[in-house]
Every structure is written in C-alpha cells, then in structure tokens.
C-alpha cells in the first residue's frame, strides 16, 4: 500500500519543480512509511510513498519503463493487485521480461501491452498514474469499488492528482475554499459520486478511468454495476458464494509481511477470519492473527440498546478459540478516545471534519496503530452489509419503500444526525433536504434494470446499489484512512468484484431466504463457525458507552462557544448549543446522543486546521 501525487501540465517546465513534488509527496508519509520517490520531465511529475508489502527489495516507484534508454512509460501506483501472478504469466508469454517479483510492475507491463483495456484484467483494490512519455498523456485509474482513494484538480493546462486531498491541497497553486456544496458532502450521510469538498477538487470514480491530453480530461468507465439473469438454484447459489469468498480471501493473504484480520465476532469478520485460518493451515504457515477493539464500560457495564444487544467479547473469543487464531483484545477507554494528540492524528489523516460515527474514527485508529506492532496488512469485513443485506433498514418496510435513502429513514436516520447544533440560516443555505432528494433521485437514474423483473426484486436491486455507491463509500474512506495513517494496508474480500457482480444479481428470496439478515452469507460459511456466532443477530462497530467521553466533548465545546475566534462560532445556534451543555448526563452514553457535539467540534477543528474558506 503507498500513497501516489503528481502534477501534469502541457505548458510548463516542470523539470525544476522537485521542491513542489517534494511537498505534495511527503503529505503522505503516513500512507508509506518504508520509501520515497519522484520522476520529473518537462510535462510530467510523479511521486510516491511506499509501505512495502511485496518484493519488499523490488518494487520501488515511481517505476519507468525504457527502450533504447527513454523513458516510455512511468507508473505511480497505490494497491495491490491480487491476480497479479497469473497476468505475469500471461505477459512473459506476450515477450515481456520482469526485473522485480513486484504487482507494480506487473501493472506497468500490462498498461504496455494492453493499454486502458488493462485495468479490466486487474482483480485488486487500487489507485494508479500513468505518464505516457511518447503520446504526453496521462492516465488515473482507480479499483471498481473503489476501495483506494484517487483526487484529482484540473488547472488550465493540466492536472494535479493525489491519494488523499492533503497532496493536491500542498500545491501552492491550490485553494482551500469550500462551498456550500462542499459543505453538503460533509454534513449529510450521502456520498456523490466524484464529487470532492474543496472547491475544484474531483474524485476518480470508482471503475472510471481518466485520459488527460492537450484537449483536456476524458473520463471512462471500465466497470460498472449491471443487470443480470440469476439462474443458479439456491444450493448451487450458496456453493458460488463460498468458492469466490475462499478464493478471493486466498488471495489477500499474499504479501511477505505479516497478516492479520480484524475481529469483531459477527458474521461478516468471522467468515473472513475462519476462511483466513484454514487458508494458513492449509498452507502450513501456523495461526491468523486476530485484533479486537472494545471499551472500559461505564460502571453498570454494557448495556443494549437498538442495534447492540451485546458486547463482542463473548462472540470474538467463541470464534478465536474455534479457528483457532493467536488473539489480542484491544481495550480503550475515555482518555485515549478523547486524547487531543489522537484526535489530530485522525483530522490529518481525513482532510475532512470525521462528522460521523463519532468516537469510532479515533478508535479504529487507536486499533490500527495497535494493530502495526504486529502486522502490516490487515482484512476485515466491510462491503458484506451493503452486498447481503445486513442492516435493518433492508428489512424495515417502511425504509425500503420510502422515497429516499434507507438509512436516513425513521429508525435509523438518528445515527447519522449531527446538525442539531447548526443555526437555522446556516441549515437553511445548506437545503440538506433537497439536496438529499435530487442525490437520491441521480442515484436511483443509475440503477441498472432486468425486463421482467419481479417489484420486490427491482426495489431491492435498488436498496442494493444505493447502498453499495452511496453508504459504503463512506466505510472504505474510514477503513484506507485510519489504517494508513499507521502503515497499515486494509484489505476488503468482500469487495472483490466478482464476488459483489455474482450477488448483486442473486434475487432477494435467495438473500434472505430464512427471514434473517445475510441468509445468504451465513449458509455459505456456518460450517467454519460456531453457533453463538452463527446465530448472532447484526451488531455494528461497537462505540463507547461511557460517559466520561461525552463529558469530554461537553467540556471541549464549552470552550468553543465561549471563545469569540471560533470559526464554527457563527455556524452554530448558541442557545441550543447552551441546552445541550446543561442537559444532565445519564449514566450510559450512546452514539446518538452525542452526534451533533461531535459535528460542530470537528467542524471546528478542520476549518481551524486547514484554514478553509467557506464560500456561502
């Protein structure tokens, strides 16, 4: 896993501007902590950090590509590529010669032979450039899912590129300005595709490719989303689910440094987990490593609520002892989730205000870099939710039919409200509401259509595809920043793409054909798993309970409201603002009860840190 920047223009001489790739590179040390690298010429800058993972002595980037001694080709790349052994076959066979054991240059050799049409051969989650040096023209392509992040900023005469916005923004030719569209895409639980905070700023699309020449940027697709006619019965539909999940988590244990899961004992990260153990067994390459986070309880211990009836611990160790993994809990408590350092940490390694899930970015943080000590590349079980039907809402009548995103229904919509705090002007210049609409709108004008297709199916091919462009996005942002603000690469089987094609298409009577969540899931890997965890009801990330936390966030936007500078100041409804600071804590603290303290203080701290403008 690396982090990849450059800077492409057709006007200028770029051969002297090592000072500028020099600064957008080092923006993402984190993100490859082992090496460092540029390659300039008179149109083109490349740069790139590297975490070594495979052909930890090959493999260094940017990569060229001679004959006769010039540069024909220069790849920066961020990933890996899981099928990355047999397209080496496949191009020795064509004539190609291989210097390093590497998946870079297996893609470089790949782009050589097949050009835009080799990133449809590519199995993997990545992120790449491409200079070609003969045509002057650029390449930026990023995985299907899009589980590595690509920003891009058209200038007049080219474009600057970077695995997080933080290498764009390091241009001293970029502003950090954002507008009240920028501000939607913060503030709301709906991602849109391509569309980036900062103002000019883009994201590559998920499976989209972009050529950048003279005549400007041209986007493509490779990939996407489509309809099809399922015809497997439901055993044979069971059998595929298991051999493609096998397969693909086979493949992400590949890399010559440690691996890991990530742990939480439900369904999805215990699939993964079992399927991972026998996988090294088979293999003769001794235990998985296991890594588990939870928290110091408030003193009445663990309490349910509506969506977590139990704590994970029982069911991680249930799982742990039947694999069986070599297992480490993670125990956090309110000072470290609250801690000013790991905090900063999580907004640099954002570039955006982590307005969401609340706690659960500087735990997962806390986690990783736990996690480092260890091991270097970790799976977990994100993409399972979206693809099966995990979440309540799928199974909520009123959330599936009503006329907008599921999640931000009655029921559910309460865990991503954080805009109780902001003034009414401010709400009312946003429209979140008719902005939500016109999103939801676009995003249903895409779903792909089967003629004949039953209502029931049509509606839950929709509820789907929402949630894999809208919601998920949103997760695997979460999964690549926390992780690689540690050196840690995350790996996601449940979005290798012919796992998610396959049962995209499977009809919902098949998904949920026990009337629970992710039938589908559970009769394909029940046998690897033991029944406390095979009959688990969903239960999502675990977040702290205790109140020590939210007296911390009480205390800190204390200080804000009382200080005149605050730049969140004028955004925030100062009266309501006081209720909530004087409302009595209860002896249990639940996530939704401190989402719009959590908004307005990384707010706060994001248009204080990046020193943004806001255009409204």
Not at 321 to 329: G, S
Request: aromatic share 8%; proline share 6%; charged share 25%.
């Amino acid at each position: 896993m690396c982090g990849i920047t450059g800077w492409v223009d057709f006007e200028a001489d770029l051969s002297a501007e090592q000072h500028v790739a020099r600064a957008m590179t080092d923006t993402l040390a984190c993100r490859g902590p082992d090496a460092e690298g540029w390659w300039l010429s008179r149109r083109a800058v490349l740069g790139h950090r590297r975490l070594s993972v495979i052909d930890l002595e090959g493999g260094a980037q940017p990569m060229v590509a001679e004959e006769d001694g010039e540069a024909v080709a220069v790849l920066s790349f961020c990933g890996e590529i899981y099928n990355f052994r047999e397209l080496r076959e496949q191009l020795v066979s064509f004539g190609h010669r291989f210097r390093t054991r590497s998946d870079t240059e297996v893609l470089l050799r790949a782009y050589l032979q097949w050009g835009e049409d080799a990133a449809q051969r590519l199995n993997g989650m990545f992120a790449f450039a491409v200079w070609n040096a003969r045509r002057e023209e650029l390449l930026l392509g990023r995985d299907r899912l899009g589980v590595k992040p690509l920003y891009y900023f058209p200038t007049q005469h080219g474009v600057l590129f970077g695995s997080e916005p933080k290498a764009v923004l390091a241009h001293p030719k970029v502003p950090r300005r954002v507008s009240a569209d920028g501000l939607r895409e913060v503030l709301d639980m709906v991602r849109t595709p391509e569309h980036a905070v900062f103002s000019g700023m883009r994201e590559v699309r998920p499976g989209q490719l972009l050529r950048v020449t003279r005549a400007g940027i041209a986007p493509s697709r490779y990939w996407s989303l489509s309809a099809s006619e399922h015809t497997d019965d439901l055993p044979a539909t069971v059998e595929r689910v298991r051999e493609l999940l096998a397969d693909t988590v086979e493949r992400q244990l590949v890399a010559d440094v440690p691996v890991c899961v990530l742990l939480s004992g439900g369904l999805d990260s215990s699939a993964v987990t079992a399927l991972a153990g026998r996988a090294l067994a088979e293999a003769g390459r001794g235990r998985i490593r296991s890594y588990s986070v939870d928290f110091t309880a408030p003193a009445n211990g663990f309490q349910p609520d509506a969506v977590r009836g139990a704590s994970d611990a029982p069911f991680v160790h249930d799982l742990a002892r039947a694999v069986p993994t070599e297992h480490t809990d993670i125990l956090l408590d309110s000072d470290d989730l609250a801690d000013p350092a790991v905090r900063a940490a999580v907004l640099r390694a954002t570039d955006l205000p982590p307005a969401y899930w609340g706690d659960m970015w500087p735990s997962l943080y806390l986690l990783f870099k736990a996690v480092r000590q260890r091991s270097t590349v970790a799976l977990s079980g994100e993409g399972a939710d979206e693809l099966f039907g995990g979440y309540r809402w799928f199974r909520n009548p009123g959330a599936v039919h009503a006329d907008t995103f599921p999640w931000l229904t009655s029921g559910s919509s309460r865990y991503f409200g954080g805009l109780g705090l902001l003034d009414a002007w401010f709400r009312e210049k946003l429209d979140i509401p008719g902005n939500r609409q016109d999103s939801y709108r676009a995003a249903l004008a895409e779903v792909p259509r089967l003629p004949g297709e039953a209502p029931v199916d049509r509606r839950m091919r929709e509820i789907t595809y929402l949630n894999l462009t809208r919601f998920l996005p949103t997760l695997l942002d979460r999964k690549d920043r926390m992780s690689m603000a540690t050196g840690v690469e995350g790996r996601v089987p449940f979005c290798d793409h012919r796992l998610v094609d396959y049962v995209f298409n499977v009809p919902w009577s098949m998904k949920s054909f026990d009337g629970r969540e992710k039938s589908l899931l559970r009769a394909a890997t029940a046998d690897l798993l033991p029944d406390s965890v095979v009959n688990r009801v969903k239960s999502p990330y675990p977040a702290t309970q205790n109140p020590a936390y939210a007296q911390a966030l009480r205390a800190e936007l204390r200080c804000v409201a009382e200080d005149a500078d605050a730049p969140v100041r004028p955004l925030l409804d100062l009266a309501k603002v006081r209720k909530a600071l004087d409302r009595p804590l209860g002896e249990v603290s639940r996530p939704y009860d401190r989402g719009s303290l959590e908004m307005a203080l990384w707010l706060n701290k994001w248009l204080t840190a990046y020193d943004v403008t806001l255009d409204l």
